[in-house]
């Protein structure tokens, strides 16, 4: 499929999807955000595809945020019925996939451009570029997810500080708040983005997409409850083709061959 501000491509398992609005440092609006959620809801049935992976076009933003300019055009709209309309599809649409989505984070990312980027699976940045919760400096507050990723990520009290500043995140302390999972020179970025997806590609994508479903409400249950998923995940996983293959390839001592079902 051809889409208008997406450059997507499936090779090898993988499936690139390019936030490509350059002009506006690939700034969100509703074209990109529903096709976003088109792309993001197809692989997720793909059998063919194992991991994906979401970056920006050129080198400055990965995701520079809503496109004031855009939204100011539709003046009167209540925003959280754009939110609803655009950016809740996209959010839970990464969340709810059963397959890891990784983001390369090639450039800034700022307000909900963050948000996109921490509701990812993981994150490798370029050491240069930095994120931001921009939102308070327009009069806003932080939203498509920004309140309940970023809080869980680095409790509290530090959330509440980035919010209400809005103040830039480089990426040394990005990591050192586990926002970001490596932090890499500009030009090892590529290398390192493509050993995760190396590894991803050819893992027990079943079991992982059992994690990430639980992973995805465990801040709200009891411990009793969350175990009860994981014995319910376990059972669909213990019937798994990957299962089957991951203990013969042991017992064999041999690398498995995974195939996500």
Request: proline share 4%; glycine share 10%; aromatic share 8%.
């Amino acid at each position: 499929m051809n889409y208008e501000n997406l450059l997507v491509e499936t090779k090898e398992g993988v499936c690139t999807i390019i936030l490509n609005r350059p002009p506006v440092f690939n700034a969100l609006n509703g074209g990109i955000l529903k096709e976003l959620a088109t792309v993001v809801n197809l692989a997720k049935v793909d059998k063919d595809i194992r991991v994906l992976l979401l970056t920006g076009s050129g080198d400055k933003a990965f995701c520079s945020g809503a496109d004031l300019k855009e939204g100011a055009m539709k003046a009167g709209k209540p925003l959280g019925e754009t939110l609803k309309e655009n950016y809740e599809p996209a959010i839970f649409a990464i969340r709810n996939c059963p397959k890891p989505v990784i983001c390369k984070l090639n450039g800034v990312a700022a307000g909900a451009g963050m948000s996109l980027a921490i509701a990812c699976d993981l994150i490798i940045a370029d050491e240069n570029t930095y994120m931001s919760e921009l939102f308070v400096g327009i009069g806003l507050m932080p939203d498509a997810g920004s309140m309940f990723f970023l809080p869980r990520i680095v409790g509290m009290q530090r959330a509440f500080e980035l919010f209400s500043t809005g103040r830039k995140i480089f990426m040394k302390e990005a990591l050192e708040l586990g926002l970001v999972s490596k932090a890499v020179p500009t030009e090892a970025l590529d290398n390192e983005v493509n050993k995760l997806l190396a590894y991803y590609k050819n893992a027990p994508t079943f079991a992982i997409g059992q994690m990430k479903k639980v992973l995805n409400v465990s801040y709200g249950l009891k411990l009793s409850e969350v175990m009860d998923l994981e014995a319910h995940g376990q059972t669909k996983c213990g019937v798994s083709a990957d299962f089957a293959e991951g203990v013969t390839s042991f017992l064999g001592k041999r690398k498995p061959n995974f195939k996500g079902e």
